[in-house]
C-alpha cells in the first residue's frame, strides 16, 4: 500500500504497482486488476468516489468563488460543518460517503453565512 521507493502508487486493494500515464498535462495511476485510479498522486480510488468528489466539487467551490470567502475559509468553514480537521479536509481525500455529504453542509455553510449578512445589514 502507498508509494513504493520509486514513487508510484501501490494498489490499495492488491498491493500491485499502479501503472502510472502522462496524458494531457494529467497524471494519472491505474490498478487494472481492481479498476482502481487516480491523479495527481492522490489515493487510488474508484470510479463511484471520483463521481462523488467531482460532485462535491460542484457543490462547494462556489463557497469561495462567488460566496465572498477565500478558497482556506471555505475548507476551513466545511472541516468545521463536517467535523474534519483541517488538515484531512480536501474534497480529494474524502470517502465516498464523506464527499457525498458536502451539498448539505455546503447549505447549511450558505444559510450561515445569509443570516450573518442579514444581521449585518441591521446594524
Known amino acids: 500500500m502507498g508509494?513504493?521507493?520509486?514513487?508510484?502508487q501501490n494498489c490499495?486493494?492488491?498491493?500491485?504497482r499502479a501503472v502510472r500515464t502522462y496524458s494531457m498535462g494529467k497524471v494519472r495511476d491505474d490498478c487494472k486488476d481492481c479498476q482502481l485510479h487516480s491523479y495527481y498522486g492522490m489515493p487510488l480510488v474508484d470510479q463511484a468516489t471520483h463521481d462523488a468528489r467531482i460532485e462535491a466539487h460542484q457543490a462547494f467551490d462556489p463557497l469561495?468563488?462567488?460566496h465572498g470567502l477565500a478558497r482556506n475559509e471555505a475548507y476551513k468553514a466545511?472541516?468545521?460543518e463536517i467535523g474534519l480537521p483541517l488538515c484531512d479536509c480536501h474534497i480529494g481525500y474524502m470517502t465516498k460517503e464523506e464527499a457525498l455529504s458536502v451539498r448539505?453542509?455546503?447549505a447549511n455553510i450558505l444559510h450561515d453565512l445569509n443570516r450573518k449578512k442579514k444581521q449585518e445589514r441591521r446594524r
Open 104 to 106: 448539505g453542509h455546503v
Open 64 to 66: 469561495w468563488q462567488f
Open 12 to 16: 490499495p486493494r492488491c498491493g500491485q
Open 3 to 8: 508509494v513504493n521507493p520509486e514513487g508510484h
Open 78 to 80: 466545511l472541516s468545521v
